[in-house]
T-cell receptor
Framework: DTGVSQNPRHKITKRGQNVTFRCDPISEHNRLYWYRQTLGQGPEFLTY????????KSRLLSDRFSAERPKGSFSTLEIQRTEQGDSAMYLCASSPNTETQYFGPGTRLLVL | GENVEQHPSTLSVQEGDSAVIKCTYS??????FPWYKQELGKRPQLIID?????GEKKDQRIAVTLNKTAKHFSLHITETQPEDSAVYFCAAVRASSGGYNKLIFGAGTRLAVHP
């Protein structure tokens, strides 16, 4: 087990509701990434944190999405006014360097 | 931006046979190429990686080769076993000036190993 944890593991919500996911990276890793994976596809990059600083956001991250890493440890990803197209697996990964990334188990979101 | 193509999308082999998955990338500045294995409902797990200064790397039954000139890299699994059945993803990375990298993944290959 790589040690990255994510909660909740599954989330079912109604369209228009807000949801928040949490990621706890491996403790000594200062780099944290969020990815989104839809069925039959590889993960797609959403955003990156180095310590508490959010250094890059993908164009996939619309203004309904916000991510934080307030103390440089855990991170949260919030989706406001969810849409059915937001249904996906949201993966978090952490890294101790500029290369190797270790993934968490993901949060599977279903928007009805 | 970087684009990674992965083939085949599905691969079915008999136990004991070899399996080969190929990926091509578009950004010649890419310098790190990991492979992940993802079992159904589980997290992607790093199984092997290769850096651009190396042509081949081997770890027991798994090997990866890199051809920088042609911009393609391949995963080779020998003596396949049923527990190798999973979806395999390749990825390419170009280290940014900011000291981080984002993985650009291929679409995945679903490998089925039949007893």
């Amino acid at each position: 087990d790589t040690g990255v944890s994510q909660n909740p593991r599954h989330k079912i919500t109604k369209r228009g509701q807000n949801v928040t996911f949490r990621c706890d990276p491996i403790s000594e890793h200062n780099r944290l990434y969020w990815y989104r994976q839809t069925l039959g596809q590889g993960p797609e990059f959403l955003t990156y944190f180095q310590n508490e600083a959010q250094l890059e956001k993908s164009r996939l991250l619309s203004d309904r999405f916000s991510a934080e890493r307030p103390k440089g440890s855990f991170s949260t990803l919030e989706i406001q006014r969810t849409e059915q197209g937001d249904s996906a697996m949201y993966l978090c990964a952490s890294s101790p360097n500029t290369e190797t990334q270790y993934f968490g188990p993901g949060t599977r979101l279903l928007v009805l | 931006g970087e684009n990674v193509e992965q083939h085949p999308s599905t691969l079915s082999v008999q136990e004991g046979d070899s399996a080969v998955i190929k990926c091509t990338y578009s950004d010649s500045a890419s310098n790190y190429f990991p492979w992940y294995k993802q079992e159904l409902g589980k997290r992607p797990q790093l199984i092997i990686d290769i850096r651009s200064n190396v042509g081949e790397k081997k770890d027991q039954r798994i090997a990866v080769t890199l051809n920088k000139t042609a911009k393609h890299f391949s995963l080779h699994i020998t003596e396949t076993q049923p527990e190798d059945s999973a979806v395999y993803f390749c990825a390419a990375v170009r280290a940014s000036s900011g000291g981080y990298n984002k993985l650009i993944f291929g679409a995945g290959t679903r490998l089925a190993v039949h007893p």
